[in-house]
Each structure stands twice: as C-alpha cells, then as structure tokens.
C-alpha cells in the first residue's frame, strides 16, 4: 500500500538559513535513532539529515559507518547483518556511557526492559519517513547516500523505491515551494542514478576538498545544490558566491561552532547541517 504524505501548508516565509539536524539533535541524543530526531523536530529543525545503508536482506537503516563497532555493542559490517541482527544491537548506550563509546563492551548484553528503545534501536529509513508524515509542520528530509558498498546500485533502487511509496518521487506542492526530500551524496554516481530514476528529488554534491574543477562553482551535472564541508568555507570563503552564481544553493556541514555558524550566516549559504539545531537557531535568531 503506497503511503502518500499530504500537501501541507508552506505559505509561509522559511528562514534565510534552513537549519538541518545532523543525524538529528545527535549532540543531545544517540546518533540516528528515533530519540534523537523526536528531538530535532522539538528543537525547530527545519530539516533532517541522515545517511542510509543497505542492510544484507535489503532494509535501508539509518548507520553513519560502514561497520556497527561505534555507536553499538556489535561488531560488523552492515551490509553484512540483517535487520533482525542489527535490531538485536544497543545503538545508544555509547552516548550515555561517561567514558564514552570505546567503554561499551560488545559481548555484555543490555538489559533491554530498562532501556527506551527510541534511545537505542537501529533505526530504518522508512520508520523516519514516517515520522516526518507524521509531524505536525513541514519537515525537510536530507538523505546521505554512503559509498562505497557492496550492492553499489541497489541502495539508490530501494531508496528511490521507498521514497516513491511515501509520494516524493512527485511530490504534490505550491510550485514556489521546494521539495521535501533531497539526495546527497560524496560520490556523484549515486546522484547520477536517483537523477535518472526520480528526477524530480534535487541532488546535493558533497565535497571534503574543493578540487579544482569545483572551484569555480560548476557541480556534476544535474545537479543544483554544493555540500562543502566547512572547512572549506574557512579557506575558500569566496566559494559560496561562486556557487550562487553558477545557480546552485549551498548547504554547508557540519557547522557546530558560533564562529562557524556566524561566518555561513555572513557568506550567505542556504542551509546549515548541525547537530546543534537549536542553538544554532538561537543564534541566528530564528528560536
């Protein structure tokens, strides 16, 4: 059954900076879990970034790593486990532990009766489209495409399959409103095959170093919208003007510190990804 989100009301006017949740409000709760992105919406996010891999039965899960050994009491890579596999894994405890995530012994096993699973379970994409279905304002979705992987084309066929199943392949919005959800990835192939199969979802290039074919502004093509991390904005602060007039937005990451939040707000750029969504919003006078 196809689970088709309603039109909502976006009359009115978004902040000059979107301010996106990095794996949600992950700097108050456990990276990619439900708690953490509950959090982010109550925080005033404007948008949610997650990254996405393919587990080895074919479920898109919401793991930053290639493997589970950081943020679980597992070991092993998740294109390797199952769902029901990861779903038998502690993803927070790590957060909660004051010596920090390398403390977390992998063969103890939790006693789960205690714990909020919205704190510690792994966490599927297509749980977090529903929330965000769910939401009683608009919510932007971020999602990270993750390569390499060994099934390559097959996370973009399932995303692309999912996101058509919650209505945003064809998103029904006011034609001055952008799309709900974006695609974003370090690896322009990925963003060259959700082009090809949705045209309709914009692709965000992620970028750890401005090359020198990037430097004037120009992107894959196809693609509208630069993700320079924000050390390159520190080098290169003349790169966002570069980008605007090649026509592409900029969404930088990750911006945690005033002195960088103050120096995106100053160059201009469209969207902040941070995992501080309400600070920076105060900051920036939106909360």
């Known amino acids: 059954m196809n689970y088709v989100r309603p039109v909502q009301d976006v009359r009115s006017s978004p902040p000059a900076i979107s301010v996106i949740a990095h794996r949600g409000a992950s700097e108050d709760?456990?990276?990619?879990?439900?708690?953490?992105?509950?959090?982010?919406?109550?925080?005033?996010?404007?948008?949610?970034?997650?990254?996405?891999?393919?587990?080895?039965?074919?479920?898109?899960?919401?793991?930053?790593?290639?493997?589970?050994?950081?943020?679980?009491?597992?070991?092993?890579a998740v294109?390797?486990?199952?769902?029901?596999?990861?779903?038998?894994?502690?993803?927070?405890?790590?957060?909660?532990?004051?010596?920090?995530?390398?403390?977390?012994?992998?063969?103890?096993?939790?006693?789960?009766?205690?714990?909020?699973?919205?704190?510690?379970?792994?966490?599927?994409?297509?749980?977090?489209?529903?929330?965000?279905a769910d939401a009683d304002r608009r919510i932007e979705l971020a999602i990270e495409t993750k390569h390499p992987t060994r099934w390559a084309g097959q996370v973009e066929e399932r995303l692309v399959e999912l996101l058509d199943r919650f209505g945003h392949t064809k998103p029904a919005r006011p034609a001055d409103a952008p799309p709900p959800v974006r695609v974003m990835s370090f690896s322009a192939r990925s963003l060259h095959r959700v082009r090809a199969a949705a045209p309709d979802i914009p692709g965000v290039y992620l970028m750890q170093f401005l090359t020198p074919r990037h430097r004037d502004g120009r992107l894959p093509p196809g693609v509208g919208i630069a993700g320079p991390g924000v050390r390159i904005l520190r080098a290169h602060p003349?790169?966002?003007?570069?980008?605007?007039?090649?026509?592409?937005?900029?969404?930088?990451?990750?911006?945690?510190?005033?002195?960088?939040?103050?120096?995106?707000?100053?160059?201009?750029?469209?969207?902040?990804?941070?995992?501080?969504?309400?600070?920076?919003?105060?900051?920036?006078?939106?909360?």
């Open 29 to 76: 709760a456990p990276e990619h879990t439900l708690a953490a992105y509950r959090k982010a919406i109550e925080d005033g996010a404007d948008a949610l970034e997650c990254d996405v891999r393919l587990t080895a039965d074919g479920h898109l899960v919401c793991v930053h790593d290639r493997r589970v050994n950081r943020t679980s009491n597992g070991r092993g």
């Open 238 to 287: 003349d790169y966002v003007a570069r980008a605007h007039r090649a026509g592409h937005r900029v969404h930088v990451w990750t911006v945690n510190e005033p002195a960088d939040v103050e120096l995106c707000r100053d160059l201009g750029v469209d969207a902040v990804i941070t995992n501080r969504p309400k600070q920076v919003r105060t900051q920036l006078g939106f909360a």
């Open 79 to 132: 294109s390797a486990l199952e769902l029901a596999d990861l779903a038998s894994l502690d993803f927070g405890s790590w957060k909660e532990s004051a010596f920090g995530p390398d403390t977390l012994d992998p063969d103890e096993v939790p006693d789960r009766q205690h714990e909020d699973p919205e704190r510690t379970s792994v966490l599927t994409l297509e749980r977090l489209l529903e929330l965000v």
